[in-house]
Every structure is written in C-alpha cells, then in structure tokens.
C-alpha cells in the first residue's frame, strides 16, 4: 500500500521559511517522479514544483521564482520543498504527489498546512 506522509507546515510571518517533508513508503521510491501541490480555500489545486526520479528534471511553477527549491533524498524515500521568502498569498494546504513509474497512478498525501502571517 502506498503511503505519502507530509510534515512541516506551521505558522510564519512574512519573509519567513519552512521545509516540507515527504515520506513515501509502498513504492519504489527512487523510480517514481515527485511532485508538489498546493490548494488555498476557494481556490484550485495549482502545481508548485515536480522532480523527477534521479533529481535531473526540476521543473516551477511561475509564482515560485526562485523562492522554493524541491528536492529528494531516495535514499530516505523523502522529497522536501524548501520554501523561502514566503508571502501571504501562499497560504494553501500542500499536498505532496508520487506517480508511479510502472502503473502512472497518481498518489497523493493527506495535505499540510501552510499559512503565512502579514
């Protein structure tokens, strides 16, 4: 059974910096492509960040410009969004993704609160 745990979402002023975590567990992890989502309320789910399996492929979102960086570390079966100089408008549950190279399903983690103070 395939399992996205997220953590480290919290409270942060404006300007401020958190690090999420994704711990994936039923899969072959270091195979499968990794992604971040986020959805604010009354808003759409949007794409923030992916990365493939060997780390060779980054791709952003717009919005990010240069303020979040995605990662992985296959070796703990993690992935991390480093989210720097955070801004009120990014306030969204985030939801970490897996897609499973063999199947292509799409796998998602139960969410983790980010919300930036002003």
């Known amino acids: 059974q395939v399992q996205l745990v997220e953590s480290g979402g919290g409270l942060v002023q404006a300007g401020g910096s958190l690090r999420l975590s994704c711990a994936a567990s039923?899969?072959?992890?270091?195979?499968?492509?990794m992604g971040w989502y986020r959805q604010a309320p009354g808003k759409q789910r949007e794409l923030v960040a992916t990365?493939?399996?060997?780390?060779?492929?980054?791709n952003y979102a717009g919005f990010v410009k240069g303020r979040f960086t995605i990662s992985r570390d296959n070796a703990k079966n993690t992935a991390y969004l480093q989210m720097n100089s955070l801004r009120p408008e990014d306030t969204a549950v985030y939801y970490c993704?897996?897609?499973?190279?063999?199947?292509?399903?799409?796998?998602w983690g139960q969410g983790t609160q980010v919300t930036v103070s002003s």
């Open positions: 993704t897996m897609v499973d190279h063999i199947s292509l399903q799409n796998y």
């Open positions: 990365i493939t399996s060997g780390g060779g492929t980054i």
């Open positions: 039923g899969s072959v992890f270091s195979s499968n492509r």
